[in-house]
């Protein structure tokens, strides 16, 4: 009996032995490597702002009874009427597709998280039940462009642009948050290979910048939002300069928000951020996205706080897909 069983346990040994040698081999083997899905050079967007382009987007929730809230991602595709805008973020087999020709880097105050387009790069890391503006905006550019897309978006909760993205021509100290933006897009490309294993090392673009931010802001009337359009100027000169990119475009989208039709503090930033955009020297490269129409009703959505938009699903994935044609009418302009 002990010579039975030590003789299967040998086998059993030998066994795994042997799936560890052909694993092993397959990863060692670059033809077993898989392929980088889209065309070189990658093109790179970087999205920055704060809790908002975090993603607070809820994909399913449900009630005491088991009933979906409204306004989560899984109540709207469960809608005939609602669906069909929807339909592509599923697979054929009915599980959450990944796009591979999309890689998402995703810094959020809770950690990081990457990997190809899908649910997870919302403000919790990883965390598949929350999206953000990323989503939407990574299928419009993926469907427009035929290279591989990168995402870098570097977004952090309850930061201004007055003091934690300040940008160095603003005068003052320059915000921790627009050097960790910088650091962030650095090591992320320095290192692209090692972050994306199926990089082909062909080259990459720096293609284009979105900015959707505004709330900490507009809770400074006095200091912070007399001086937005100003900032917000400065950080992209300043950022095209850094990143030796001069002409990079960029997209602004508006703050979201149940207040987007309130005067005061709130009226006023909103101007400035479309002022910015149309500041002289920024003419051609630089849009304002509107996103007020995608406000949803506190009853439609599944809850939440309201400068989180009631955390409803359908606006961070309208706000995704207007970021994204305003980038894709940018790469589309004469000289682009």
Known sequence: MKKHVAEALALAAAALLALGQAALAQ?????RTPKQAGKSPVKVFIL???SNMEGQGVVKQEDKDGKALPGTLVSLMSDPARAAPFK?????????????????YSQTGTGVAKGGLTLGYGWAAGDKRFLGPELQFGHVLANALPNQILIIKTAWGGKSLYKDFRPPSSGGEVGPCYTKM?????NVLKNLKAEFPNYDGSGYELAGFVWYHGWNDGCDPKNAVPEYERNLVNLIKDLRKDLKAPHLPVVIGELTGPWVEVGGEWGALRKAQAAAAAHPELKGNVTFVETHDFVRKEEESPGGWPCHEFN???TYFLVGNALGEGMKRLLAAPGK
């Not at 592509?88 to 998402?104: I, M, N, P, S, T």
């Open 48 to 50: 920055a702002g704060q």
């Open 27 to 31: 990863q060692a083997d670059p033809s």
């Open 182 to 186: 910088l650091d962030t897009v650095d």
């Open 312 to 314: 409803n699903a359908e």
């Open 88 to 104: 592509h973020l599923k697979d054929a087999k009915g599980e959450w597709a990944v796009r591979e020709d999309v890689w998402v």
